[in-house]
DNA sequence: TTGAAAGCGCTACCAA
DNA sequence: TTGGTAGCGCTTTCAA
């Protein structure tokens, strides 16, 4: 009876005495009431708390930017609105639908989907609002799709490299991201811009190595050796540049690099790693607040946002040697 | 009705008949049921969920390796027991009385304290089990701290600038650290070990600068400038570096600077920065498994952990110039 | 303006 | 072994 009253007391409305709303809260300040969000989360069926998702949780953090910038434009946007942000392994592991509606999470923020059968099942059947990164539209389910231009920043980084003059330019990918949709989407791309500069390409130009252990020697050896590398992340083109160097391979000068995402990272590597930029922070803040403004607007439009991508040129990329 | 049953099926001893099982499920499969974990959680008065709290939040993640390493521990450890992890902002923002209680989490993994009255108080009241990350014993409620060993890694610091020849020698660490708990002890731990090696020092030697704006010149000026530099985190310490850099004040020959965590970060600064290290990743591990065995077990131990700290000379420190 | 009651979905307990 | 019932703490609605 008093709850109830401290309850609107709280609430918008108040339509108590003065009188009785002073007694109620100094008594409940005397007693250090807390309301208890659980019940009320369960009655409203509001939990003001997003899930994330990853595809491929392996180590959260690492040295490379993605990730602290991702976590930062996240945090401003749940911080200013009051939601809460929940990691959940479950999340990762289980099959996506067991987990999607289970009541905990009024939203969810899906990154570097894979597109498997059951994901996109689960998340077109999924009762709340979900919220793609990275994720380039056209495939998979239809929800609000967060990616940066991918076309646009392989098309800058290749006519970059063949500005310098190379020809024999190769794509490097790790076997995780390999399947996601963003890896798929910068593999195309790779392709189509190479076309656009008139060299023909196959799969013997797209390599797929473990980030730890790239192995730079295959293509460094035949008749025809690759003199540049396009590299999906910045983590593992950084893996490359020391793989590199321990090898007495020079960068530049025998071997061009390019990696993906430029954030400060890429001026901490030696040499510094030239990068296609994407603004990750910006479309991660932009990403959550749509997804909340979804939640709470209970509208629901499924487009596509894409960001530009820019191209930092530093000290990775140099003309290619000349081979007398 | 199905309902109970289809849990009971779910639980460790059924007592159900074969055959009724076996059509709950078929019919719980067909409907594509899914339990509703929030009604769950607030019957069993149990979420899985651990909340994570910093006194402080200004950016989570910057390029440091303190976040990344913190989170990898606290990720493996909830991602092996099943819990999942909340980041609220609510839980800095407010007066954390206002929170703690509220039903949403099992326990509080709390990362350096400030230990001001009311979130002491509010601590200490909790009806949750709390840990603390980065909170040295003795100040402070009485619940399970993880901390390094300040004063080791300060002496080391300190013998490593004094071998070298330095006499002068400052602490550095920025406004929102200071009043925490961790502050305190590394600016206490500073001064014992100045004061073990037979060096008098002051409060003058002790800067207060804010990461990004530090401001070297003070310290150069003077007829008695300082020598060398003990900085509070990696980050502000390499902030320091670039500044120098910046004004032409050469490192380690004008001027050395030792930082603080030693992650792989330290390798990528220019130059390499010699600093005092802590296991961050394993002390998150051992203190969110010690949380998430204290919330099951309800045991609720009040000791200290204490990790040993090392000192990894890279090339941020050099005998001080000879002043003729 | 205030009080009383119903019910969110689940689990624990007790009775059959 | 099974089914029924109570109740977690809150909000919403309806009656006084």
Request: hydrophobic share 40%; glycine share 8%.
């Amino acid at each position: 009876m008093a709850v109830s009253k401290v309850l609107h007391g709280k609430g918008a409305n108040v339509r108590v005495g003065a009188e009785t709303a002073e007694t109620i809260r100094r008594v409940a300040g005397e007693l250090r009431y807390q309301p208890n969000r659980l019940a009320r989360s369960f009655r409203q069926q509001k939990t003001h708390t997003i899930g994330l998702v990853f595809s491929h949780f392996g180590r959260i953090g690492e040295l490379d930017g993605y990730f602290a910038a991702f976590l930062n434009g996240v945090m401003s946007a749940t911080f200013q609105s009051e939601y809460g942000l929940t990691i959940c392994p479950k999340l990762v592991k289980l099959s996506a639908n067991v987990v999607i509606n289970d009541g905990r999470f009024d939203g969810l923020l899906w990154c570097k989907p894979d597109y498997t059968a059951q994901s996109s099942e689960s998340i077109s059947r999924s009762e709340i609002p979900i919220v793609m990164m990275h994720a380039p539209g056209g495939l998979g389910p239809e929800v609000p799709r967060f990616c940066c231009d991918n076309e646009m920043g392989l098309k800058l980084a290749v006519e970059h490299l063949v500005e310098l003059g190379h020809t024999r330019i190769a794509f490097v990918i790790d076997p995780f991201t390999q399947p996601t949709s963003e890896g798929r989407a910068r593999i195309a791309g790779f392709h189509m811009a190479m076309q656009g500069c008139g060299i023909e390409t196959s799969t013997n130009d797209v390599y797929c190595w473990d980030v730890d252990h790239s192995g730079l020697w295959p293509m460094m050896a035949g008749k025809s050796p690759h003199t540049a590398l396009i590299v999906f992340s910045e983590r593992q083109a950084a893996s490359l540049l020391k793989e590199a160097e321990g090898l007495g391979i020079s960068i530049p000068q025998d071997l061009s690099v390019i990696g993906y995402d430029s954030t400060a990272y890429c001026d901490t590597t030696r040499p510094r790693l030239t990068a296609i930029s994407q603004p990750i922070e910006q479309m991660a803040f932009d990403a959550t607040n749509v997804l909340i403004s979804y939640i709470e607007a209970e509208q629901y439009p499924s487009r596509s946002f894409i960001y530009p991508c820019g191209l930092d040129i530093r000290e990775s990329t140099a003309r290619p040697a000349s081979r007398c």
